[in-house]
Structure formats: structure tokens, C-alpha cells
């Protein structure tokens, strides 16, 4: 099996090695393992691509690579530069620091990793691990998914439902803030919505009297709705969210097309 690996937190980043761990356990000893990553962390970037300026890659190693650009950047760069049209069979986009479950979704590189992966007809799975209090002292905060993370991608690949529509389903997968072994089990799981937090900005000002502003997270302990992503990861299950790059609202067309008849 061929793997190719990304992230958003960068070639250097500990969950990094985590997946390529968990890689290497997937693809086997006959297998092979492609790393295209991130030069510098590109949290939050979502799903962007670099359209309007070129980006830089350099070989870092043997099937390691980084690029000036974002984990959608990567996938691409792996699918068209590195691996010169020898398609992977798995794309894996992670292991993120800190979850992506809920809004997260919406913000994330990790997650475009994985989507940028499926609109180009490959299997994909995005990982994280969500970080919290109960994890304090773990020499390794990455314990859950190091432990669990080789069954989960080995299980969705066995009996996942990977569909070959236009917009082919990937997966994301959050590991709860827990040490491995007080993981309770899987638990398929919608995307959730934290009510009353959210992003938003924290001015400061510069020594020189210049204003910047810093994008700030809410609160990341808050639940979710039962049974959707992040409430399933506080209740100590790793979530697995089947998704679509396809943003239509499915369940308004009819009625608004009825309304504007």
C-alpha cells in the first residue's frame, strides 16, 4: 500500500510523527509511506490553496518533502510533483494538536488535508487529538491516538463506506483528551456546534503604538449535543464523521424553490 501523509502543524510537529507511525503500521513492511507536510504551521488555514504565488519545495530525506504552502498545497504537491502520478492509495492528514471536532471543522488545515485529497478521488482520513485537563502529566499527549489510531484507519478501511460520487466522503477522526487507556471505544458521531463560544478577535497594542489584533478561540471543554463529535469525545469515545465537501443546504431546495416559483 502507498500512503501519503500531511498535516497543518508543520513537517517538525510531534503528531506528525505519530501519523507516519501509524502509517507504517497501516502500509506494512512491502508498503511505502510519502510525507509532503508543511514548511511552517498552517493552523486555520482550512482549505486553501496558494493560486496567486508559487510555493517552494525542498527534499528533505528519503519520500520527505516540505512545501511553502498550506496541507491542501501538500496533497496536491504529493499527487502531481513528488509522486508523479503514481496515485496513493490513502491519504492520512494529521495527527492535529488539539481537536477538530464541531466549528473546528470549518477552520481547519488538517481537515482541508484530507478533503483536497477526496475531490481528487483518494480514500482520506484527517486525525487529531483533542487535548484537555485529565491529560496533564502524559509524557506523551498523543498516547490516545498513538494507541488507537492503527485499528481505527485499518477498521474504516475494512468497512468504511468510501462512495466514488463527485464528492467522495472522507473522514475525520478525533481521539478524546484522555490517556489511551481510559479510552471507552468509537462512537460514529455528526458534526456538533459549541453554542455561546466561538472565534473572535483580542486587540494589543505594539510598543511602536501600532494595533494588531489576535484571533482567539473559545473555550474547548464545552459539549456539544449529545451524540455529535465533541460531546462524544468529553464523554471519552473517539469520534469517526463521515463528510462531503459539498456545502449545499440538500433539505432547504425544495422549499425555496417553491418559494420562488
Not at 487507556?181 to 473572535?200: E, N, P
Request: net charge negative.
Amino acid at each position: 500500500m502507498r500512503i501519503l501523509v500531511t498535516n497543518d502543524d508543520g513537517i517538525n510537529a510531534p503528531g506528525l510523527q505519530v501519523l507516519e507511525e501509524i502509517a507504517h503500521a497501516i502500509a506494512g513492511p512491502q508498503g511505502e509511506v510519502w510525507v509532503v507536510a508543511p514548511a511552517f504551521e498552517q493552523s486555520g488555514v482550512g482549505h486553501c490553496i496558494s493560486y496567486t504565488h508559487p510555493m517552494m519545495i525542498m527534499k528533505l530525506g528519503p519520500r520527505r518533502f516540505a512545501t511553502e504552502g498550506s496541507p491542501a498545497d501538500c496533497v496536491l504537491a504529493g499527487l502531481f510533483d513528488v509522486l508523479d502520478g503514481a496515485r496513493p492509495d490513502l491519504v492520512l492528514s494529521g495527527v492535529n494538536r488539539g481537536n477538530n471536532s464541531a466549528e473546528n471543522v470549518l477552520y481547519s488545515g488538517t481537515i482541508g488535508g484530507a478533503m483536497e485529497a477526496a475531490l481528487q478521488g483518494i480514500p482520506a482520513i484527517a486525525l487529531s487529538q483533542f487535548f484537555g485537563p485529565e491529560m496533564d502529566g502524559l509524557s506523551d499527549p498523543f498516547e490516545a491516538a498513538r494507541t488507537h489510531g492503527p485499528k481505527l484507519v485499518r477498521d474504516l478501511l475494512d468497512h468504511g463506506i468510501w462512495t466514488n460520487d463527485d464528492y467522495r466522503t472522507f473522514y475525520n477522526v478525533n481521539f478524546p483528551p484522555l490517556p489511551a487507556a481510559r479510552v471507552k471505544g468509537t462512537r460514529v458521531a455528526a458534526q456538533g456546534f459549541r453554542r455561546d463560544t466561538g472565534f473572535g478577535v483580542e486587540p494589543h497594542q505594539s510598543p511602536s503604538g501600532k494595533k494588531f489584533l489576535w484571533i482567539k478561540g473559545g473555550p474547548q471543554q464545552t459539549p456539544t449535543l449529545p451524540g455529535t463529535d465533541a460531546a462524544v469525545n468529553l464523554e471519552g469515545y473517539i469520534s469517526v464523521t463521515p463528510m462531503r465537501a459539498d456545502l449545499t443546504a440538500h433539505d432547504l431546495l425544495a422549499d425555496l424553490s417553491a418559494r420562488l416559483a
